[in-house]
């Protein structure tokens, strides 16, 4: 049976090459701890490997000052990023804007800090998946602290208008945070020209790197205000008993993931070279053949935004008439070797605004590794279960 990825918003895969040989050269020949050895060759190269892998990040994402690496915070993925910004600036009695089609990795975070005082605002969005920026700037009015947002939904692939929330809350003067999961390694963002607070990634969905990697660019004023969420060694002043409050350190306590930080730094050379641009014309392609595809299938019910009635990526949701979308995935899986993800994709919020909920919906996202074959195929096999009892 011929196995067939649809599941990138998950996950991307595969990966590059480059990107195992690098973690299995960084395990089997390198594999020194950072900033805690005796200054050997081994250590001095995993020095090197963590400030390449924060150049890389900060290059690619526009950071501040000339693209200061040192304001480049590396995390377990973008939910332990939104954490520690979150955690870290919003305190009892603030006033938080986030959107109705975010991810359980903002809201829950935020659900948790207004147990104990914050104020949290949900700012509806279109049944297509939008935010309008007039309603941005209307919430706005009202005094707020911070404004989270995600660039992507990963239930149907709508892009939010970061551009024009940047300018609207640095016109308000608030801080304005974004989770690029879905978009990091696939549209150009730079946050110093858009003046984004906090930029917060994972590294093993666009960015094509391994699971357990991610980070945060941060505006270095931002960073200052920020408490750290966890404390510990960090492998730099040691006579010290309180968390140092330098740019890396203060954010990273504790052993970094070097050896899938050494898989993250190769999948951003790759990407590098590809350039973000024509990895993203490439899935916008077999993202219209599957839209197109799958709108001939009768009974089928796309969610969000199709083709010319808003910015999306290729994440596909929907639904088919009598079907149960978790069934199908499962027969889309035995029969066809088809893998694609069911049900409410952690983002309850967003099915409630695009009117899935409480059902969800079968996701499709295809990725730059997929061909149009694999897309022929996967619409076929859709049509035949469509037409089965």
């Keep these: ?26 395990m089997t020949q390198d594999g020194a701890n950072v900033s ?10 995993s020095l090197g490997l963590l400030f390449a892998a924060r150049e890389q990040a900060a290059e690619l994402f526009g950071g501040y000052e000339n693209a200061a690496p040192q304001y480049v915070t590396f995390t377990q993925n973008v939910t332990h990023s939104l954490n520690i910004v979150l955690k870290g600036c919003l305190k009892k009695g603030m006033r938080v804007l986030t959107t109705s089609v975010e991810h359980n990795s903002v809201i829950r975070p935020l659900r948790e800090l207004e147990a104990n005082g914050v104020r949290v605002e949900i700012m509806p969005c279109s049944q297509k998946g939008f935010l309008s920026p007039q309603t941005l700037d ?56 858009l003046g984004i607070s906090a930029l917060c990634f994972t590294g093993h969905k666009g960015l094509m790197g391994p699971q357990g990697t991610g980070g945060i660019v941060w505006q270095p004023d931002f960073a200052d205000r920020c408490s750290p969420l966890a404390v510990g060694g960090t492998g730099s002043l040691s006579h010290e008993e309180t968390q140092p409050g330098i740019m890396p350190d203060k954010f ?3 052993t970094p993931n070097l050896p899938g930080l050494a898989g993250l730094s190769a999948a951003m050379e790759y990407i590098k070279d590809k350039t973000p641009a024509a990895i993203a014309e490439t899935e916008r392609k077999l993202g219209e053949r599957l839209e197109e595809g799958l709108l001939r299938i009768n009974g089928l019910h796309i969610t969000g935004a199709l083709r010319g009635e808003g910015p999306r990526l290729p994440v596909y949701s929907f639904n088919i008439e009598g079907k149960d979308n978790g069934i199908l995935a499962r027969s889309l899986s035995d029969i066809y070797g088809i893998e694609s993800r069911p049900g409410l994709h952690c983002s309850p919020l967003a099915h409630r605004t695009l009117g899935t909920f409480p059902q969800g919906a079968l996701r499709l996202s295809p990725g730059c590794f997929n061909t149009e074959e694999e897309i022929d195929l996967t619409v076929e096999a859709v049509k035949e279960l469509q037409k089965s009892r």
């Design 1 to 26: 049976m011929k196995h067939i990825y649809l599941n990138n918003a998950a996950t991307t895969w595969p990966k590059p090459p480059a990107v195992a040989d690098a973690v299995y050269r960084f």
């Design 36 to 45: 805690r050895g005796s200054a050997s060759e081994r250590d001095l190269k």
């Design 138 to 193: 209307e919430a706005l009015k009202e005094r707020a602290d911070l404004v989270v947002m995600t660039h992507c939904s990963n239930v149907c692939g709508s892009l939010q208008p970061i551009e024009e929330a940047a300018l609207i809350c640095g016109r308000h003067g608030v801080p304005f945070v974004v989770d690029c999961a879905q978009t990091a390694g696939i549209i150009d963002i730079n946050v110093s020209k």
């Design 252 to 254: 990273e306590a504790g």
